[in-house]
């Protein structure tokens, strides 16, 4: 998978880069708002691919067309044709009611479409053309033409690298995640061939791509049977998202992705009318909203049993709680107040996961990860559901660097490649990259403690130093913590002894420079003579 924008070809970047400016120069200036026309018109352009693509098949069959997606009488909406047009027509054909053609509008028409076009057209409620002008129009049009549509990796990158101008323009960054600890988080959990996953505050569904990025590059021998292949792409992604225009993007950055038919949710996880999701998912990946508050009344009853609390980020644990299956595992940011918040709602989440399920790991990350967004320190929890306890150690990793500088500016401090292979062969860069990025000892860490078959008791025997980055808590400490999992509680602070001399040296050292500075005095008096 590709991590970082850089990895997109130069000369992608610039054709992307030319089509933001021209939305930016026409008036568009709200990042979503952008990335949203965007996401209509490659949408409109993938209908057209789609069915040049089903009459040449049809062609080469002699057969006649079926569940065509534009009737003859509709031609004028296709791609291939309004893109020929002259900018003042073309923009009338979206924004004027066609009498000729049911009084549709080439954006109504996209409107209209339902199952016919796919996934994303579900998500395609109220939309709105935003477009002012014929020549913005006539302008992005022509620019995403030229684009290869064809590669997968190519369009996944496009359109990732489309996202990652809402955290540059600083603004609408609480729907981006960090691409390379989306990555991070995932690679961790290793997502296994029966696992159906679950984001339940999917935004740009970044969690849900990076997870389908990685069966695809990993596991490419799955592919071969036909029951994995229908899992992966109807049953092994799911996200719920409360938001129509995040609903609409991530939908499109799954398709673009190559997850062809992704179950997308549009409600409130929290809210009441969702308790009819119990115990369905294997592997929860999340970074759910922090700071929000909501009424005791609006939130579904069964979280409230788990903790009673306003807030998003605690009833956000216990809805994953009762989301996953028994046995299922999840991997979830949340900001460093849950991991030592004193309230009883904090303890109680705290309690629950020590106690009644499996707490794994906490994973503090450094402060700047969020920015230009946000400062908020935040961490990982692991943890797996079992109704029955399990807790024995838990192990913890102080992060320190993530590979990009952290103030606002987030400049890469390692190569690309140095990045990438971060992921790809963690054991042969990790001392190359040391201080600089943690992310590979993190993962050879994680393989030990988490993912090792070796007896837990044989691993832990090297995690015991605690003035380490890297050490295992038992869990009667942490019970005798009041449940606290700030890493500040457990870590052992070393002081360096530092040697000062005796007054007496002192002293004499002091004498001595007075001395220098009498000697020095008399010789500048002698040369002025």
């Known amino acids: 998978m590709k991590l970082h924008e850089e990895m997109i070809t130069g000369e992608l970047k610039s054709k992307i880069d030319k089509i933001w400016n021209d939305f930016w120069t026409g008036g568009i200036s709200n990042p979503l708002t952008v990335i949203e026309q965007f996401t209509y018109l490659i949408f409109l352009r993938q209908l057209d691919a789609r069915q040049t693509k089903a009459e040449e098949s049809a062609n080469l069959l002699g057969i006649p067309l079926e569940n065509e ?41 996209m409107k209209s479409i339902g199952k016919k076009g796919g996934v994303f057209a579900q998500y395609m409620k109220g939309a709105i ?7 913005l129009l ?23 690298y489309m996202l990652s101008k809402i955290a540059e323009a600083g603004t609408n960054g609480q729907f981006r995640t960090p691409r390379h600890i989306i990555r991070m988080m995932v690679e961790i959990m290793q997502p296994k061939k029966e696992d159906i996953i679950c984001d339940p505050s999917s935004g740009t569904a970044g969690f849900l791509v990076a ?36 609903l609409r993007i991530g939908a499109m ?24 999701i119990n115990e369905q998912f294997s592997l929860i990946l999340a970074n759910p909203p922090f700071k929000g508050s909501l009424d005791y009344d609006e939130v579904e009853s069964s979280l409230l049993k788990v903790t009673k609390t306003k807030k998003t980020e605690l009833l956000f644990l216990a809805l994953m709680l009762r989301m996953l299956k028994t046995g299922g595992r999840a991997a979830v940011i949340i900001p460093d107040g849950v991991l030592f918040g004193s309230s009883n709602a904090h303890k109680s989440i705290r309690k629950e996961l020590v106690e009644n ?20 320190s935040t961490a990982i929890l692991i943890f797996t559901k079992t109704n029955s306890g399990g807790t024995d150690k838990v192990w913890f990793y102080d992060m320190k660097a993530d590979g990009l500088s952290l103030d606002d500016k987030r400049n890469l401090l390692v190569d690309e490649a140095a990045f990438e292979q971060c992921f790809t062969e963690p054991e042969n860069i990790v001392n190359e990259v040391k201080g600089k990025c943690d992310i590979p000892q993190i993962l050879l860490d994680a393989d030990k403690i988490l993912n090792s078959s070796v007896t837990l008791s044989a691993v832990e025997k090297s995690y015991t130093d ?16 009041d449940w606290d999992l700030s890493i500040n509680r457990y870590k052992e602070i070393v002081y360096e002894e530092i040697e000062y ?24 008096e002698k040369m002025m003579g």
């Open 501 to 524: 001399e005796t007054p007496g040296e002192l002293l004499q050292q002091i004498k001595d420079l007075d001395t220098q500075r009498t000697q020095a005095m008399l010789n500048l």
């Open 129 to 135: 053309f935003m477009i002012q002008s014929p020549k």
């Open 253 to 276: 950055n799954m398709q673009l992705h190559g997850l062809d038919n992704p179950s997308l949710i549009g409600k409130d996880a929290l809210s009441e009318s969702n308790g009819d």
């Open 211 to 246: 997870a389908g990025e990685y069966v695809y590059d990993k596991h490419q021998d799955w592919f071969l049977e036909e029951d994995f292949r229908k899992h992966f792409h109807n049953s092994m992604f799911n996200g719920i998202e409360f938001d129509p225009t995040m």
């Open 357 to 376: 399920q499996q707490l794994q790991a906490v994973i503090s990350m450094p402060s700047g990860v969020f920015k230009p967004y946000a400062g908020v």
């Open 138 to 160: 006539d302008k992005v049009v022509q620019q995403i033409d030229k684009i290869d549509l064809d590669n997968r990796d190519a369009k996944g990158d496009l359109y990732e």
């Open 69 to 109: 997606i534009y009737a003859k009488k509709y031609e004028a909406f296709r791609w291939k044709h309004f893109k020929e047009l002259e900018p003042e027509k073309m923009f009338e054909l979206f924004t004027r009611p066609q009498k000729d053609l049911d009084n549709l509008t080439a954006f109504d028409f």
């Open 466 to 481: 605690r003035t380490q980055q890297s050490f295992v808590v038992p869990k009667q400490d942490i019970i005798n913590n």
